[in-house]
């Protein structure tokens, strides 16, 4: 007595693009802005030899990203529920696709 087998074939995505073009983008934007955390102070502290110098460029260079992560997240969560109810009002909900 034969058993019949079936087999199934899943076709693979190639076409990674989608996902491989912003990961890379974000990369390198981390990868420079890390680079310029390290280097503007010093660069200023090889330049004038003073610290205190050093230590106002490095906090003004860490700044932006002190304030964004500060209210970043608080502006994004309450942007996300002004969409959620705006959705809900019109009566879109989860139907509705992007």
């Known amino acids: 007595m034969q058993i019949a087998t079936r087999t199934t ?3 693979i995505a190639t ?3 989608p996902i491989t073009a912003p990961l890379i983008a974000n990369t390198t934007s981390l990868l420079g802005s ?5 280097a503007l102070p010093w ?3 090889q330049t004038t030899g003073s610290a205190a110098k050093t230590g106002i ?3 003004f260079v860490a700044l932006p990203a002190f304030i964004v992560g500060i209210s970043g ?3 994004v969560d309450r942007l996300q529920m002004i969409e ?5 009002v ?3 909900g989860s139907r509705r696709r992007r």
Not at 34 to 38: E, P, S, V
Not at 84 to 88: G, P, V, Y
């Open 57 to 59: 460029t490095g906090g």
């Open 15 to 17: 076409n990674r693009t």
């Open 43 to 45: 660069f200023v502290l």
């Open 34 to 38: 890390m680079l310029t955390l390290i």
């Open 73 to 75: 997240g608080t502006l």
């Open 84 to 88: 959620a109810r705006d959705e809900s």
């Open 9 to 11: 074939t899943t076709k």
């Open 90 to 92: 019109r009566g879109t």
